[in-house]
């Protein structure tokens, strides 16, 4: 069964750091691009950046462009997201998305999501 | 950025009802648009992919039309898991940007 699990959320002050991993299985992960996508409490659903099957390329949201950093390691089958200089709009449920096919954004398979809270 | 709106953002609704929801977008996407179901507390499911193609194991009272700014999504016979909230997201271009969402809820 294909799953995707996050971890790694938490309560953090403002301009604090928090590193999210999603940990896949049952998939070929190193060949299906990833996403982030987070969802701040009783609000929509927010893109935040994506990685490439090789890692070689990324993209971002320019919310958090600067701030936040998407990675992967293919040999642990982990996706990371670390995000530095968190401000409190940054609250939200972060999701990690694996894509369906190729380069194209149709989010098939997501993790349960993890809570990062940005607060003094 | 591609603004996406959607319509209604809430309707009230019985099970057997047939749902129809609207997503517009601010410039033309050609057909790289998808719906999405989160229920209460659970993660987005995907249902309908480049506007009109049905997941696997979704079952075939969801339907999908449109291309270019205009879509459509419909439920023909609302069954009680289906309260829910819906969101349209295009991936024409990055950002890649969701909908607001409509909520369909009991009446």
């Known amino acids: 069964e294909m799953q995707l699990l996050e971890s790694g959320g938490g309560l953090v002050q403002p301009g604090g750091s928090l590193r999210l991993s999603c940990a896949a299985s049952?998939?070929?992960?190193?060949?299906?691009?990833m996403a982030w996508v987070r969802q701040a409490p009783g609000k929509g659903l927010e893109w935040v950046s994506e990685?490439?099957?090789?890692?070689?390329?990324?993209h971002y949201a320019d919310s958090v462009k600067g701030r936040f950093t998407i990675s992967r390691d293919n040999s642990k089958s982990t996706m990371y997201l670390q995000m530095n200089s968190l401000r409190v709009e940054d609250t939200a449920v972060y999701y990690c998305?694996?894509?369906?096919?190729?380069?194209?954004?149709?989010?098939?398979?997501w993790g349960q999501g993890t809570l990062v809270t940005v607060s003094s | 950025d591609i603004q996406m709106t959607q319509s209604p953002s809430s309707l009230s609704a019985s099970v057997g009802d047939r749902v129809t929801i609207t997503c517009q977008a601010s410039?033309?996407?050609?057909?790289?648009l998808n719906w999405y179901q989160q229920r209460p507390g659970a993660a987005p499911k995907l249902l309908i992919y480049d506007a009109s193609n049905l997941e696997a194991g979704v079952p075939s009272r969801f339907s999908g039309s449109g291309s270019g700014t205009h879509f459509t999504f419909t439920i023909t016979s609302l069954q009680p898991e289906d309260f829910a909230i819906y969101y349209c997201q295009q991936y024409h271009n990055l950002p890649f940007t969701f909908g607001p969402g409509t909520t369909v809820d009991i009446k």
């Open positions: 998305a694996k894509y369906f096919f190729g380069v194209y954004a149709i989010f098939d398979l």
């Open positions: 049952g998939f070929t992960f190193n060949t299906y691009a």
């Open positions: 410039q033309g996407i050609t057909n790289y």
């Open positions: 990685i490439s099957a090789t890692g070689d390329k990324t």
